[in-house]
């Protein structure tokens, strides 16, 4: 079953957000390394953190992950490194404040962007979700060795949540590479709801809990 949460964002993206990616696409991003895939392929994966962190009882305000999710690569102009992520936050904020969400709650969620308080569980899923999407560059079997899966920080023991699980946190990553291989199934081209709905379809069959 879809968590309600899951269901708003991407909701929220398909309706508010994703013609920002598919600009993206249409210029400097023709793969959609930082386009509406990844985005969505990082909503679903802080998605299976939430609902591990649920059923665990580790208390957690997934909106505020899903809404940095959203905005964090959206003033992006290129592929390199991230030299906008200030600009993506004033985005999501003003975003957040149009939508009539109060100041505080649009700041908190905005600077989550920018990745510097790591003593938070919501700031810890838009880096670890972010860190996993990386698999994009090395989907095929003989380049997964170079995939760094110790930057992860979510079911280790620097995991915010004080949860420590090996195995979990290996299912997370081969959720991960599931996601990025069944993207190279799809077009750049494909409208954004058939995308969606395609990426959902999957995850909700692959979802170990």
Request: net charge negative.
């Amino acid at each position: 079953m879809v968590s309600s949460q899951l269901n708003n964002a991407l909701n929220f993206f398909k309706d508010e957000i994703a013609s920002l990616y598919q600009k993206h696409e249409e210029t400097f991003d023709l793969e959609s390394f930082h386009g509406r895939f990844h985005i969505i392929r990082c909503l679903l994966l802080a998605d299976l953190m939430y609902c591990y962190y649920k059923k665990h009882k580790v208390t957690i305000d997934i909106e505020k992950s899903f809404y940095a999710i959203l905005f964090h690569d959206s003033a992006r102009q290129d592929n390199g490194e991230d030299l906008w992520e200030f600009k993506s936050s004033r985005i999501c904020y003003s975003y957040l404040s149009r939508k009539g969400f109060d100041s505080e709650y649009a700041y908190k969620t905005s600077i989550m962007i920018l990745k510097d308080n790591d003593k938070l569980l919501e700031e810890q899923i838009l880096y670890d979700v972010d860190v996993l999407d990386y698999n994009r560059f090395f989907y095929l079997p003989e380049e997964r060795h170079r995939f760094k899966e110790y930057l992860i920080k979510f079911g280790w023991h620097y995991d915010v949540s004080g949860c420590k699980d090996i195995v979990a946190r290996k299912e997370v990553i081969r959720i991960a590479q599931e996601l990025v291989i069944f993207s190279q199934t799809l077009k750049v081209e494909t409208p954004t709801d058939l995308l969606v709905k395609a990426f959902l379809d999957y995850y909700m069959k692959i979802k170990p809990w």
